[in-house]
Each structure stands twice: as structure tokens, then as C-alpha cells.
């Protein structure tokens, strides 16, 4: 993460236009070939938009019947398979563009580059099916697209599935092998969790034309708003588990404000450890269960998510934090009993910065919802010093979306967290009146050598608030794991911050559970 100074960037600037002015007056002698464009055009607009003021206009009113159209009308209209941009019948990348409608109002600008040389895709009423959408007389010509999505056969041979995807605002969502769409990335986030967010979005990307048979893609986007304006390099590598490798330059136009950077978006309604809110027959519903955070002293932390009955925001200090992540751990079927949007398969993201991030924090944003369609979940990082206006900040970070991921749990992982009030077996009285328990499984790493003698774990539970009273292991046959059980006693009303792991003979066998969690007022 670099923060350049004013002038030690107006000098590479300077730099780069001349070499554009070099190419430029000696082309006709030499027949040199004119500049290719690239990133550093992209922070250069970046840069030069900030220098203007933000256009905060309303997008127009678009085009009847565009303007009215419900989801399930909108989804209707698809692009034409037979007008895809990159030709990709050889097995290689597939580009289509998204039609303007529904809460898709702004237009943004698609361009392609071939041989350095960008050029926009013109809209035309020809590239889409409209379905069951009847139009009177065709859209005007400059009607423009809502985004783009790149199709790629990741799954088998010769058939192209949805990859990634850039549609609306700033959000991005792509895709490995055997994934159902679920959670969200955007390019920045701004205030978020309070009545002043605002949305930066992207206006205009260009994509690099991609190597015949490879799995390989690059894509520049131009990220505008009022807090800030942006150039975004993405490089996207299709496989088992899909990355998306990111380089980004703000420019703040506004001095003081809550920057989260490589936000992920999610949901999550009801699970195990969180039954506030029911849904019929499905006992879990969410696109993500926990956060996964790799701290800079090389910690694992896991936060199950929870849907509160209020917004809760959660703090994660650090220096040079190494990852964090929104994941989806449990992947059993019977979990979701959905036969139709596939929870079990929800990709996981884990970002990892490409450079140190210094000093700053994890924030994790939870907001109630009795929905599933509202994404209610929101992590990012956030600088403790926020970038400044009149100097470019400078980062770059690698997305993962997997399933499992393996390489994320070095040591036992959690599986499974669950609460109960704290009662001896087969009594009704509670063993305190101000006592809650808390049961949390781990497997995976060592733990199933401890399976036939759990006595020699020791479960390391911790509160900041309250007393903890008693903490036990047990072994789980059916996970090929360990459960652990604590209670803690806390005053009505009080949150306390819990932590657990184990340890055997001074070992660390597990990441660290950590979950906060207030008493009931009455």
C-alpha cells in the first residue's frame, strides 16, 4: 500500500506522456507503432476526474419500457450468443454485455482492446433477446449497456459458464469450478454501516482480448464517485479455484472518510448458531457462515456471522494483516434442503494483500434482515490513516473463490457453533441464573489423532466481560473431531467478546473462535 506524493506522481505522469509524445513525433520516420493502451491511461482519467467536480445527476429516465421493468422481466432479456464478442467457439473467453433496466439505470462504457488499440462496443437493439418483453419501436442507439459478464467452459469442455460478472455500482462476482453465484466484491466501499454510505461506481471498463486456449483475462475499470475516483486493473485466472488478482489507484476527493477497502458483500439469514429468524422447512439460509481472518502476528481467526436484531459492527485491529475472507464452511445438503439455488455451493472469498497494509482494522458489518434476497453482511479493510485528497493511494490484493480452500485451515477449523443454556444433563434448572454454554466443534489438522483421548486437549476459553465458569473437550466421531463446551456468566444486557481454542501439551491445534455475544435483558 503506497500513498504517493503530489509531485513524485505528477512526475510519473510526466513520464509516461512523454514517452507518448516521443512515440507520437517519431512514428512517421520510424513507422513506430502507436502507444498500446494500458493501465497507466486509466489512472491517468482516474486522476484527471478528480480533478473535476462530482457529477451527482441522476441518471436519466431510460427509454420505455426499460424504465419500469420488475426482475423477473428484466432477466428476460439476454445477449445473443451468436454476437459474442470475442468469438470464443474455440474454447476460450466469451464476452456479453447486460441490457440497462430494473435497478440497473446508469450506462456504463464496455470497450475491447485488440492490439492496444481500444474500442467501444456499440449498443444495438440486435444483440439481445428480449423474451417476453414486447417493444413498440427499437431503443435509441445510445441507449448504452448496464455491465458485462465473461463466459469461460471452466466446468467441462465446450460449455461456457458465467465466470465474472461487473453489474451495478461497483460490484463484481466471479466464479471456480463447481460454484453457484452467492456473495459479492466491490472495488471500494465508503462510510459503509451508517446513514452516510455512498456507492462509488464504475463508468467505463476495457477489456484486454484474450489469448486463444487460455484461461487467462485482464480488465480495466474506471471507478467513480463522490468520495473518490479510481483505476482498477483485474486479472482473472480461471481453474479449480478461480483468482482474481487486483490493482487499484484512488484518488480521494474528500478528506476524512471511512475508506473499506476489497469489500466483500454477503448474506446470511438464519444458521446454527443464529435462530433468530425461521424459514419454513430450510434450517440454514446464507451465501456465507463466518470470517476468516489470517492477522499479521499469523493468527487464525473465526467469527461466525449471525443476523442481529440490530446493526452490530466488529472491529479487528491489526498491523500488516495477511488475509481475511467471508466463507461458506458448511457444504452438506442437508443443511439447506434447497433443491433449487444450491447454498452448499456458494463460493467462498479470501483476500490477500499483495503488499503490506500497515496499520488499520477488519471491519465486519452484520444488519438484520427477514430476507434472504438483502445482502446483510459487509467486510473490508480499512486504513487507521485514511488517504488523503490530492495524492494517489496505491494497493493491490488477490481474491480466491473456492469451496473448501484447504490451504485457509492449517490447523482444526471450526465446523459447527451452537448455544444452549447452561444445564446439568436431564435437568430443567439452569446451573446459574446469569450462565449461558456454548458448544463449538473442530476438526480437521490433528485433531483426529486426539479422538480416541480427548482428555489430553485442553479447551482455552477466555470472556472480556463476565466469568467464565467451566470448559470441557469431548470427542465427535462424527466429524473426526473434537467438541468443546464453555459457560460463561454475563450481567443482563452485557456483551462480552468470547474466545476459544485448544491446545494439547502447549500445542495450538486449532484457529481461534471468537464471537460476541450479549446477555438477554431479562
Not at 485482464?218 to 464517485?225: E, I, N, R, S, V
Not at 503488499?355 to 480499512?382: F, K, Q, Y
Request: net charge negative.
Amino acid at each position: 500500500m503506497t500513498r504517493l506524493t503530489r509531485r513524485q506522481f505528477a512526475g510519473s505522469l510526466s513520464a509516461i506522456s512523454a514517452q507518448f509524445a516521443l512515440n507520437g513525433s517519431t512514428r512517421a520516420a520510424s513507422d513506430l507503432p502507436a502507444p498500446r493502451f494500458g493501465f497507466d491511461n486509466v489512472v491517468q482519467r482516474a486522476h484527471d476526474l478528480a480533478l473535476a467536480p462530482f457529477d451527482a445527476a441522476v441518471p436519466p429516465r431510460l427509454p420505455d419500457p426499460f424504465d419500469a421493468l420488475d426482475f423477473d422481466t428484466w432477466r428476460t432479456i439476454r445477449f445473443k450468443r451468436d454476437h459474442d464478442v470475442f468469438g470464443g467457439a474455440d474454447g476460450g473467453f466469451r464476452l456479453e454485455t447486460f441490457h440497462l433496466g430494473f435497478l440497473y439505470r446508469r450506462p456504463v462504457t464496455v470497450n475491447t482492446i485488440r492490439d492496444g488499440i481500444a474500442t467501444p462496443i456499440p449498443y444495438s437493439p440486435a444483440l439481445f433477446d428480449y423474451g417476453r418483453l414486447k417493444l413498440d419501436k427499437a431503443p435509441p442507439v445510445n441507449t448504452g449497456f448496464a455491465g458485462f459478464r465473461l463466459h469461460f467452459p471452466v466446468n467441462e469442455p465446450h460449455v461456457h459458464d458465467e465466470v465474472i460478472s461487473f453489474l451495478g455500482a461497483s460490484y463484481f462476482r466471479f466464479l471456480g469450478r463447481d460454484q453457484k453465484y452467492g456473495l459479492s466484491a466491490r472495488a471500494l466501499c465508503v462510510n459503509a454501516g451508517s446513514d452516510a454510505e455512498t456507492f462509488p461506481f464504475f463508468r467505463e471498463f476495457w477489456i484486454e482480448t484474450p489469448e486463444k486456449g487460455g484461461n487467462h483475462a485482464t480488465l480495466y475499470a474506471l471507478l467513480d464517485g463522490k468520495a473518490a475516483t479510481g483505476a482498477f486493473k483485474f486479472e482473472l485466472f480461471v481453474g479449480q479455484e478461480s483468482t482474481l488478482q487486483t490493482a487499484a489507484t484512488l484518488f480521494p476527493r474528500r478528506a476524512g472518510l471511512k475508506l473499506g477497502l476489497a469489500p466483500l458483500t454477503s448474506m446470511y439469514l438464519t444458521g446454527e448458531n443464529d435462530r433468530r429468524v425461521r424459514d419454513g422447512f430450510r434450517t440454514e439460509l446464507h451465501d456465507s457462515d463466518g470470517l476468516l481472518i489470517h492477522n499479521g502476528a499469523g493468527e487464525w481467526l473465526w467469527r461466525p456471522l449471525g443476523n442481529p436484531p440490530h446493526p452490530r459492527i466488529s472491529s479487528f485491529l491489526d498491523n500488516n494483516v495477511r488475509g481475511f475472507g467471508l466463507l461458506q464452511r458448511d457444504r452438506t445438503f442437508e443443511s439447506y434442503q434447497d433443491l433449487d439455488l444450491a447454498y452448499e455451493n456458494r463460493p467462498s472469498y479470501f483476500v490477500e494483500p499483495a503488499d503490506n497494509w500497515g496499520e488499520g482494522r477488519v471491519e465486519l458489518i452484520e444488519l438484520p434482515t427477514h430476507d434472504e434476497t438483502n445482502d446483510n453482511i459487509v467486510a473490508s479493510w480499512t486504513p487507521a490513516t485514511p488517504p488523503e485528497p490530492g495524492a494517489p493511494f496505491v494497493y493491490a490484493y488477490r481474491i480466491t473463490a473456492g469451496l473448501d480452500m484447504p490451504r485457509l485451515a492449517p490447523n482444526g477449523v471450526v465446523v459447527n457453533t451452537f448455544e444452549a443454556p447452561a444445564r446439568a444433563l436431564g435437568s430443567a434448572e439452569p446451573l446459574d441464573p446469569e450462565a449461558h454454554r456454548f458448544i463449538v466443534d473442530f476438526a480437521g489438522g490433528d485433531l483426529a489423532y486426539f479422538v480416541a483421548d480427548p482428555s489430553q486437549v485442553e479447551a482455552v476459553a477466555t470472556t472480556n466481560a463476565g466469568r467464565l465458569l467451566r470448559a470441557s473437550v469431548a470427542a465427535n466421531q462424527h466429524i473426526e473431531g473434537l467438541r468443546a463446551h464453555f459457560d460463561v456468566a454475563v450481567k443482563p444486557g452485557q456483551t462480552a467478546d468470547l474466545r476459544l481454542f485448544l491446545r494439547a501439551h502447549g500445542r495450538t491445534l486449532t484457529e481461534t473462535w471468537t464471537y460476541p455475544w450479549t446477555a438477554p435483558a431479562t
